[in-house]
Every structure is written in structure tokens, then in C-alpha cells.
T-cell receptor, first 115, second 115 residues
Framework: GAVVSQHPSWVICKSGTSVKIECRSL??????MFWYRQFPKQSLMLMAT?????????EQGVEKDKFLINHASLTLSTLTVTSAHPEDSSFYIC???????????FGPGTRLTVT | QQQVKQSPQSLIVQKGGISIINCAYE??????FPWYQQFPGKGPALLIA?????SEKKEGRFTISFNKSAKQFSLHIMDSQPGDSATYFC??????????????FGTGTRLQVTL
């Protein structure tokens, strides 16, 4: 199957700082990528849809000024958590669909801990 | 509605037994039903998927049964092994031409396979 990578795999930051998470599709181009967050023992919650060359679309209740998304190229999307607070601590996962296909491939996730 | 209901929430099966996880959906426009396997601290991995034009799909020890009239689908894991212990998510998607399609996830089932 296709490979999606994320970097970093885990990060610890202090409250008030910003953190950038990268999502890359390694062997295919992805005009769209999805960003999820997952709390312990819960399902994945879609945060936003990242679109190459255009603005991201955010799900209801997700603060777009806090979670900045940039889809810089056909293989890279970044999520920046700005002015992070302890309640932003979570597992962030990206996914990328194969264009025109049903399959979506997930990255390994990034564990963010805000102290 | 976009909801996908999944049960049970948790499941304990003895090694060699059959694990069965059920999902039900409401939106008849869904046309792709994947199952994802997630280990702790990892991203979900596509396990097996089915389209509504078939009633069953088997890949190794994993089988999806699909009942279109009842709007239900299930995952069967035959000869369950301790290495199958993970969280399983069902999902549903409607493929749109020319635009990315969002997955709708079930709430997840934590499977534990005991020796």
C-alpha cells in the first residue's frame, strides 16, 4: 500500500509555544490530506481538510486560527498548533487519499504533549 | 445522517476463536466500507474494505460480511491470535468525483485475544 509519513512522531512543548507537524505522502501525490486528532480510547475526529493550492476547510468547532494548515506541495501538508495549551495535548494523525480511488492511507501519528 | 454505529465497544476472545465486530450505517449513499486496525501509539492501517455490490469479501483470516438491505456490515477475524489485539474501526465513505471524500468512522472496538 501507499506510505504516508509524519514528523515528528512525538513532541513536548511548553504552553504558549507553537508546534509544526508535517505529513508527507512518500510514493504518491496527494492533492488533499486530512488531519485528525484522537484522544485516548476514542475514535478519530476529523479536524480539517488540507487542499493543495487552496485554503484548508475546517470542521465545525475547530479553530482555524489555532490550527494552521498549509498544503505546500502535492506531497506535503503541515499542521501548526499555535499558542499550544495543555488541552491541545493529543494524538494528531494525517491521512491521504489516492486521487480518484477509495483508499485512504494514514500516517503513523504525532503525539503532542503540552506542559 | 452520516453516523456509523459500531459494537461492541470491547471484546475479549480466546486464541483460535472468532472475533466479530458489527457496524451499522444510515446513509445509503455510502459506497465504500473499510476496516482499519490501530495499535497503541500508531496510526490506523487499512485492513480490508468492501463495496456494497458484494455481500462478502475475504482476505486471509479477515472477512467482511455486508448486508445492504439491513445497512449493516461486520468484520470476522477467524483463528484470532494475540497479535490481533488492537482497536478496530469501521468506516464508510461516499466517493465524489474530482474532490476528496471524508471517512465517517465508527467509535472503535478494542479487541483483546487471550492465550
Amino acid at each position: 500500500g501507499a506510505v504516508v509519513s509524519q514528523h515528528p512522531s512525538w513532541v513536548i512543548c511548553k504552553s504558549g509555544t507553537s508546534v509544526k507537524i508535517e505529513c508527507r505522502s512518500l510514493d504518491f501525490q496527494a492533492t488533499t490530506m486530512f488531519w485528525y486528532r484522537q484522544f485516548p480510547k476514542q475514535s478519530l475526529m476529523l479536524m480539517a481538510t488540507s487542499n493543495e493550492g487552496s485554503k484548508a476547510t475546517y470542521e465545525q468547532g475547530v479553530e482555524k486560527d489555532k490550527f494552521l494548515i498549509n498544503h505546500a506541495s502535492l506531497t506535503l501538508s503541515t499542521l501548526t498548533v499555535t499558542s499550544a495549551h495543555p488541552e491541545d495535548s493529543s494524538f494528531y494523525i494525517c491521512s491521504a487519499p489516492m486521487l480518484g480511488a477509495y483508499e485512504q492511507y494514514f500516517g503513523p501519528g504525532t503525539r503532542l504533549t503540552v506542559t | 445522517q452520516q453516523q456509523v454505529k459500531q459494537s461492541p465497544q470491547s471484546l475479549i476472545v480466546q486464541k483460535g476463536g472468532i472475533s466479530i465486530i458489527n457496524c451499522a450505517y444510515e446513509n445509503t449513499a455510502f459506497d465504500y466500507f473499510p476496516w482499519y486496525q490501530q495499535f497503541p501509539g500508531k496510526g490506523p492501517a487499512l485492513l480490508i474494505a468492501i463495496r456494497p455490490d458484494v455481500s462478502e469479501k475475504k482476505e486471509g483470516r479477515f472477512t467482511i460480511s455486508f448486508n445492504k438491505s439491513a445497512k449493516q456490515f461486520s468484520l470476522h477475524i477467524m483463528d484470532s491470535q494475540p497479535g490481533d489485539s488492537a482497536t478496530y474501526f469501521c468506516a464508510a465513505l461516499r466517493l465524489y468525483t474530482g474532490t476528496a471524500s471524508k471517512l465517517t468512522f465508527g467509535t472503535g472496538t478494542r479487541l483483546q485475544v487471550t492465550l
